[in-house]
């Protein structure tokens, strides 16, 4: 594996094309902090196959349009070659034209949309890492601030529809959810999905790809992944969540980046990272279920926010659980993006 990355990059060093690809990878690959090409084709494999098995190709068009539409951004604005080279500008940006794809009516405005939300991705990325640069990088949070101002902006424009966004209404009085046994095939089904979900897909197979990915660049990564995805669907089980949002994956998302996050990107793995990320993984579901309650009257999705705010206050203590491995300043230390 080593030797053909090896001559990839070799053979990409030699043309502006291939280097430009390589880029675009790289970017995808950041999503689940993988600064490797071959994982970013293997999660655009799954991209592709979810948003052909749902019926809506425009989504992973989408998402190609966004992450090139980045990377010419941050060309643009002329970013250290560093980062740019490691994807650091395209993770946020193809999450963002997915999004878009995903909750908003084809039409001519959502490419526009697309565009101008990939463009200042770039933007919102580098402004957002000047601020958290003492504790760690950016991580999702361009994504998810502009893709809740842009969704939030359709309700005042008549060119533009959210027509798969929660539906909108004041929060009433809770009622509660009576929880069904957890059977082996929803535990399993929630398990996967919660991993296909990163990437806004509800479909197993692209699960298999996006664990593939992540096992070729990291074994570490990977087996995060799992583990914040069953540690997710059992917690949300025990707390009594709804049957469709533990089994559709809607509540396992967050937590599987932020397992992967603080259990192989910012420390290296051991026993007490284990527990550490365990800890901020149970603590995502429950950030999850609160923030899908808090923005119900705005009809917006949480998306990665829970994700950004656990791994952040996780990071803040800046405890040395172990050597901490080099952390992702984004523009100074291209490590991984997430």
Request: glycine share 10%.
């Amino acid at each position: 594996m080593e030797k053909i990355l090896a001559s990839w990059e070799s053979l990409s060093a030699s043309s502006g094309v291939l280097r430009f690809l390589d880029i675009n990878l790289r970017g995808i690959g950041q999503v689940m902090f993988q600064n490797n090409p071959l994982s970013g084709a293997l999660f655009l494999v799954a991209i592709a196959w979810g948003s052909y098995a749902a019926g809506a190709p425009r989504v992973a068009i989408a998402g190609v349009v966004a992450v090139v539409m980045s990377n010419l951004t941050a060309q643009w604005l002329r970013v250290d070659s560093e980062s740019l080279h490691s994807g650091l500008y395209g993770f946020n940006g193809i999450l963002v034209g997915l999004a878009l794809a995903t909750f908003l009516a084809p039409g001519p405005l959502l490419w526009v949309y697309v565009i101008l939300g990939a463009a200042v991705s770039v933007v919102v990325m580098l402004a957002t890492t000047n601020v958290v640069k003492p504790w760690g990088g950016a991580l999702t949070f361009p994504f998810v601030l502009i893709t809740w101002l842009l969704l939030l902006a359709t309700y005042g424009f008549s060119g533009l529809a959210g027509t798969a966004l929660p539906s909108g209404a004041v929060v009433t009085a809770f009622q509660p959810y009576k929880a069904s046994p957890l059977q082996l095939i929803d535990l399993v089904q929630g398990v996967f999905l919660s991993i296909s979900q990163v990437f806004l897909k509800a479909s197993g197979i692209a699960s298999l790809f996006l664990l593939a990915g992540l096992a070729v660049s990291s074994l570490a990564a990977a087996t995060f992944a799992l583990g914040g995805a069953i540690l997710a669907v059992l917690t949300a089980h025990l707390l009594g969540a709804e049957s469709d949002l533990i089994t559709g994956g809607l509540l396992g998302f967050s937590p599987v980046l932020t397992a992967i996050a603080l259990g192989t990107v910012f420390y290296q793995p051991s026993w007490r990272v284990v527990a550490y990320a365990a800890l901020a993984t149970v603590f995502t579901v429950i950030t999850q279920a609160a923030l899908n309650v808090a923005l119900t009257p705005f009809a917006i999705p949480a998306l990665t926010a829970p994700f950004v705010l656990v791994t952040w206050l996780f990071l803040l203590p800046q405890q040395r659980l172990v050597e901490i491995a080099p952390v992702a300043n984004d523009l100074e230390e291209p490590v991984a993006g997430g």
